[in-house]
């Protein structure tokens, strides 16, 4: 399992990223007024898709390649 957050501004625009060093680079990209709102843990990135959707009431998340998105990140080495 990985930690993932959810970053928003005043404006609604969203990062959703890696938490921890994995995120870093995502992270330093935010401009002044983001803060942290949410945060999930998931085994993949289709999984934290999935609950980001489900946070946001979006919908259904439909990925684009669904096969690559579920693989574990455990199976692509990454825990």
């Known amino acids: 399992m990985m930690k993932h957050e959810l970053w928003t501004n005043e404006e609604g625009l969203d990062l959703f ?3 921890g060093p994995q995120g870093d680079s995502a992270r330093q ?3 002044p007024g983001y803060r942290l709102v949410w945060a999930c843990e998931a085994d993949s990135h289709l999984e934290a898709m999935k609950k980001y959707y489900a946070f946001r009431r979006w919908g259904k998340y439909q990925a684009d390649f669904p096969e690559q998105d579920s693989r574990t990140y455990k199976e692509m080495g990454w825990e």
């Open 17 to 19: 990223c890696l938490a």
């Open 29 to 31: 990209l935010l401009e």
